[in-house]
């Protein structure tokens, strides 16, 4: 029987929440890529009975898929994210995403660079004379979630609130089992709750005093005359929370990893700094922090050869694309002399990541701020990482650095 397990993470809400069973162990999920480039000569579209899905592994059928609205859908029957625009198909989704896009510009995540590179270095002067950290508790983690709140308009003096919660939101599951992701489905609802009602205050006040922050002006724009409703700004402030934080923490996190695993490009880039935004688009490519994406089929389909019948659930396995030999060459090599790098870790098409401009920023200032910080950064022997049990996430639990 299929166990569908409920969550409210924006990533785990597409299909049923088991892993693959090609998967399992921490030494497979800290490094799923052997299995993905032999599932994708062997099966490249297979269905999956165990968790009645199709999966789908190659580079050219995943970008088929993502580029088609029309034939996959985005939308969801339940969660924390129904009704938010990840999760909307068009007509509404365009709609939503010009709206949405008015106030998340380019401009509007480069003015925030300042307020990251202070955010950074204070986040790192706690723990510089300490000779170790644990990457994801001293930065990976803090550092989007300060910057989201900085974003949206959170009062300073409701920071460490925002926080708790938000972690909530984005903590895993203990372990792999059934129980497990039923408890963690049960807290990041209580912590969803508990943002909304808060979020619910601030667009109260910001309806009535108007600031320069996010929620002001999401509240303010129209399209065709027409304004987001409360409870559409609600959805999309909990979405950047969900869909935002988790993602680039641990798009620093692997990026870092990678550091610690091949000491040859932490040299090159930490003697040619102008190298990390090449060493952040490789670190998305090769450990990309949302490793599969979701779609349901809106009439019945064919994908590399295979009918899908209309009504089922898709999933795109982005890590498996991003090292697909018809598309890349050396794919399974990590390097900064790529000229084009066309991975898949942000989406693709009408979905592309409204957050990629951010995420990449925070990511770029924090390696930069790494590099230039510290003389050396390695991983501490003897302690084994232990995966994030998602099977849409690709992250560590932690990351212990000596440096
Ligand atoms: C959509 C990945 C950071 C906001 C997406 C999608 C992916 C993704 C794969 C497309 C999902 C789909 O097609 O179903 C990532 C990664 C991140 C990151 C890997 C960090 C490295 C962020 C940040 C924000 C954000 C920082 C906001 C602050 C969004 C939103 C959407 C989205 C609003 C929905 C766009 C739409 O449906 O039109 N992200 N994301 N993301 N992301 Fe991100």
Redesign the pocket.
Known sequence: MTQVRNSTSAVEQYANLIPMSEIASNADQLFPFPIFNSLRQNTPVRYDEARSCWDVFRYEDVHYI?KNPKLFS?ERGSGTLQGS??TMDPPR?TKM?NLVNKAFTPKAVKDLKNKIEEVTLYLLDQVKEKGTMDLVHSLAGPL?VII?AELLGVPAKDRDLFKTYSDVLVAGAKDNSNEAFQRMAQKRKEGSEFLKEYFKKIILERKVNPEEDLISLLLAAKIDGEKLTEEEVLSFCV??LV??NE??TN?ITNAVRYMTEDKNIQEQARTNLPLIPKLVEEA?RFY???QA?GRVTKEQVKVGGKTIQKGEQVICWVASANRDEQKFTEPNRFTLERKLNPHL???FG???????P??RLEAEVALLTLLSTFAKLEGVKGTELEAIPSPFVFGVKRLPLKF
């Open positions: 993502l985005s625009i990840l989704h995403r989007p989201i979405l950047l869909a935002g993602t680039t798009l998305l990309p922090p949302i994406i870790s942000f989406g009408i979905h592309f990541c409204l957050g990629a951010l995420a």
